[in-house]
């Protein structure tokens, strides 16, 4: 790292105790990572940007009424997050639990689906899967 300071930037990335122990295990570390940036937790508007893009990038589409359901689990899960909280992973997961509860849905209902069938996603596929990721309050 020092030979080629010049040219060369070392990133380390984690969470904040995580790194601050990572930081202090070594004499020299914390004067040869000369900058720290913190970065907040996204907000549930950006968690649900995040989702969508998932879904846009895998030819989904959130019908209405699940992108209102979606935004009150991503209110939810960001007032509920604690310092384990996965940010963007988060979205990631939860769109996966929504395409495999869509899966089920459609599965359960049999028979043959259409491309729009197949491509939408709904409050009720968003509801099964929230309610894995954080369950409603009482």
């Known amino acids: 790292m020092e030979d080629d300071r010049a040219r060369r930037a070392v990133i380390a990335a984690g969470y904040p105790l995580e790194m601050a122990e990572f930081l202090a295990s070594n004499s020299g570390f914390r004067s040869r990572f000369g ?45 509920a997050r604690d310092r384990y909280f996965g ?3 988060t ?21 043959e689906h259409d491309r729009e069938a197949l491509m939408a996603l709904t409050a009720a596929d968003v509801r099964a899967a929230s309610a894995e990721a954080a369950p409603a309050p009482e």
């Open 91 to 111: 979205a990631r997961n939860l769109f996966d639990d929504v395409v495999a509860h869509q899966a089920e849905r459609l599965l359960a209902a049999g028979g």
């Open 87 to 89: 940010n963007a992973r």
């Open 35 to 79: 900058e720290t940036i913190h970065f907040e937790d996204y907000g549930p508007a950006e968690l649900v940007a995040i989702f969508e893009r998932f879904a846009a990038g895998a030819d989904y589409r959130l019908e209405p009424e699940a992108g209102e359901q979606l935004m009150q689990v991503m209110e939810r899960l960001h007032v």
